[in-house]
C-alpha cells in the first residue's frame, strides 16, 4: 500500500525543514506555509515527494543516519516507486497532482548534508515535482493512488 510516510515544510529557502502532521495545498499555488507558496508558483516549486526507501538505501549503503527531511522535500512516501509516476497524474488523499519531472538532486542540499555523494546517488533517486491540479489537505498515512 503506497502512502504518506511523513511531511516537512519550511518557512524559507535557508530554513531547516520541520516536520508537520499534514498540510493544506492550494491548486497551482503549493503549500500554505511553506517557502514556494505563491500565486502561480512555477509548477517544479509547488510540492515534492521522495521515497523513504531511497533515504534508507542510502543509509545503509554508506553507514550513514541522515534524516528523511533532511533531503529537503515536502513528502516523504512509502511503498510506491515514484520514477514511474512522471508525466502521471495522482492522487495523495483527495489532493489531485501532475507530476512533472523528476527532483534531481543540487549542490546546496550535497553541501547541507555534508556528503560528497548525494548528487551522484540521488540523481535518479531524488523525487518528484510536482504541479497541484486540486487544492486539498494531505495528512501523514494518507494513500496515493
Known sequence: MSKVFKIGIAENNNKKVQEVNSIDLVANK???????????????????????????????????NIDYLDFRRNIITKGIKLNDLVDKKILIGNVKIEVIDLCRPCRFLQDKLEKD????????????????LRSGSVTVGDLIK
Do not use: A, H, M, W
Open 30 to 64: 503549493g503549500i500554505v506555509g511553506d517557502r514556494y507558496f505563491k500565486d502561480f508558483s512555477d509548477p517544479l516549486s509547488q510540492l515534492t515527494l521522495i521515497e523513504s526507501e531511497n533515504i534508507d538505501y542510502y543509509n545503509s549503503k554508506f553507514n550513514s
Open 117 to 132: 555523494n548525494i548528487i551522484k546517488e540521488f540523481l535518479r533517486r531524488g523525487g518528484l515535482r510536482c504541479r497541484i
